[in-house]
């Protein structure tokens, strides 16, 4: 969450904003618009640098106006119909390449994770024009950089059976968990509850909620098995983010380490 870098939106230079949205909050909202460019291609700006270069930003343009549909009918009320791009998207952010980006990058596609984040509504004769500088940051600094839009860890849930659960018993103990957790088998004849994968199981705590089968259930956590959860904002797989976290962790391991050996022994 707070130490892999990203890239996002740094600086925004306005040239024209007749749009309701004022320049600030105009700012902050591209801020949080999640850009795919691995951050690993580029370097950090260094502090004071208001320009940049083609190794340490990534320049945007949003350039868009608002104008009428002269072939709308007149009855109409929609503005989807009456107005052209009065809709502004994260999809008209165009990537405007530095230096010489295009022979460093050929292949790349620098653009926001999503084409559908609306930024601002515009109408007739409004219009918003700005360039923005993208840089590379990590989520202690601010939020925007932040790959992970959630990160959390739960112990593997570990349910018990005591006894064989049977026919309706079975039923009523399947729809107590999530589903997928216990399944229904048909053995003899007869249904036949058994525990097929508790992985699922959220911890509801329902079945004790029935006298019939709170005592036939044991649920438990395995304590030495976690399970991690980690969802990307899109502009890195999860995979990759998390090696990309044990990476600085590991870094951070050997710095201390390091202080350890140049301290001297008394």
């Not at 083609?54 to 009855?75: G, H, M, W, Y």
């Amino acid at each position: 969450l707070p130490e892999v870098p990203t890239m996002a939106v740094e600086k925004v230079f306005v040239y024209n904003n007749t749009s309701i949205v004022q320049d600030e909050i105009l700012a902050h909202r591209l801020g949080l618009i999640p850009i795919r460019a691995d951050p690993r291609l580029f370097e950090y700006r260094n502090q004071g640098d208001e320009e940049g270069t083609e190794i340490d930003t990534l320049q945007f343009q949003l350039k868009i106006k608002c104008s009428r549909n002269p072939q709308a009918a007149k009855e109409s009320s929609d503005p989807n119909e009456l107005y052209f791009n009065h809709k502004v998207y994260s999809k008209h952010m165009t990537w405007v390449p530095l230096g010489n980006q295009t022979d460093l990058f050929p292949d790349a596609d620098f653009r926001p994770v999503h084409d559908d984040i609306l930024i601002a509504l515009l109408r007739p004769g409004q219009e918003i024009d700005v360039l923005m500088h993208c840089v590379k940051g990590i989520g202690k600094d601010h939020a925007k950089f932040s790959p992970v839009a959630t990160a959390s860890y739960r112990l593997l849930p570990d349910i018990t059976l005591l006894q064989p659960i049977e026919d309706e018993a079975a039923e009523t103990l399947q729809k107590c968990f999530s589903p997928g957790v216990i399944e229904i088998q048909n053995i003899k004849g007869k249904k036949v509850a058994r525990v097929a994968n508790a992985r699922l199981d959220t911890f509801s705590r329902e079945v004790f909620r029935h006298e019939g089968l709170k005592n036939l259930v044991r649920l438990a956590r395995v304590r030495n098995h976690y399970i991690f959860s980690v969802e990307s904002t899109g502009i890195l797989p999860p995979d990759v983010l998390v090696s990309e976290a044990i990476k600085i962790l590991m870094g951070k391991c050997q710095r201390f380490l390091n202080e350890l050996d140049s301290v001297p022994m008394e």
